[in-house]
C-alpha cells in the first residue's frame, strides 16, 4: 500500500544529497529499483520497503534522501520531463516553414517513443492522474509543454491564426496527455495502443486544421 497524508503536507523534493561516490550510486540505486518495480509489478507494489528491498539498501537509507515514496516518483517524473524536452526541442527546432503535422505530430510521436521505452515513466505518469500529490507535478508538465506550443504559435509559426493560442496550446496538451495514459494502459495489445495512438492523432489534427491551415 502506498504511503499517503494530507496533500498540504507532502514534501516532494529530493534531500539534499552528500557528494560522495557511494552516496550517489545509492540514489542510483533507489531509483532504478523503482523503475523496475513500477514496470514489473505496477504502483500498488512500491512502498519505501519494497524499493529498499529491490535495491538492496537500508530503508533507512530510502528516507536518508527521499522523505517518502512520492519524492522518488517526482524525481522520475523529472528524468522524463528533462528528456522530453530535449525531444521537444529538437523537433520543433526544425525550419519554420516546414509543415505544422510534421512539427507537432513528429513532436507527439517523439514523446510516445518515450514513454513505450520507458515503461516506468508511463507507469509514474498515469499515477499523477489518480494521486493528489503528485497531480501537481503533473500540472506543471502540462503548463510547461503547452507554453511551448504557445510561445511559437503567439509568433505566428505554423500558419497561426483566429484563434488564442494559450487555450488551443493547453487544449492540445491535455487531450493528448489523456490519450497517452489510455495508450500506456493498453501496452500490452500493441495493436490496440496503434489504434488508439492513430486515432488521437486523428482527432487532434481534426482540432487543429482551423488554426494552422
Known amino acids: ?5 494530507p496533500t498540504e503536507n ?6 539534499a544529497a552528500p557528494r560522495q561516490k557511494r ?7 533507489i531509483v532504478a529499483a523503482t523503475k523496475y518495480l513500477l514496470e514489473h509489478d ?13 535495491a538492496g539498501v537500508p530503508v533507512s537509507s ?7 515514496i512520492y519524492a522518488i516518483h517526482c524525481t522520475i517524473l523529472d528524468e522524463f520531463m ?44 498515469q499515477l499523477t492522474l489518480t494521486t493528489p500529490e503528485l497531480r501537481v507535478v503533473r500540472e506543471r508538465w502540462n503548463v510547461r509543454l503547452a507554453a511551448v506550443l504557445s510561445h511559437r504559435w503567439h509568433k ?19 487531450f493528448y496527455c489523456a490519450a497517452e495514459v489510455l495508450i500506456f494502459a493498453t501496452r500490452d495489445r500493441p495493436e490496440q495502443a496503434e489504434t488508439y495512438f ?9 482540432y487543429l486544421a482551423p488554426y494552422l491551415d
Request: glycine share 8%.
Open 1 to 5: 500500500m502506498n504511503e499517503r497524508a
Open 82 to 125: 528533462l528528456e522530453a524536452e530535449g525531444i521537444v526541442s529538437k523537433i520543433l527546432e526544425d525550419p519554420e516553414e516546414q509543415d505544422w503535422r510534421i512539427s507537432v505530430f513528429g513532436m507527439l510521436n517523439g514523446l510516445r517513443q518515450l514513454v513505450s521505452g520507458n515503461p516506468s515513466y508511463g507507469a509514474v505518469f
Open 42 to 54: 505496477g504502483v500498488d507494489a512500491i512502498t519505501t520497503s519494497s524499493v529498499a528491498a529491490q
Open 62 to 68: 530510502v528516507y536518508r534522501y527521499f522523505p517518502n
Open 156 to 174: 505566428g509559426m505554423d500558419g497561426f491564426h483566429d484563434g488564442d493560442p494559450d487555450v488551443v496550446a493547453r487544449l492540445t496538451v491535455e
Open 23 to 29: 552516496s550517489q550510486e545509492r540514489i542510483t540505486k
Open 198 to 206: 492513430n486515432e488521437t492523432l486523428m482527432a487532434l489534427q481534426r
Open 10 to 15: 507532502i514534501d516532494l523534493e529530493r534531500r
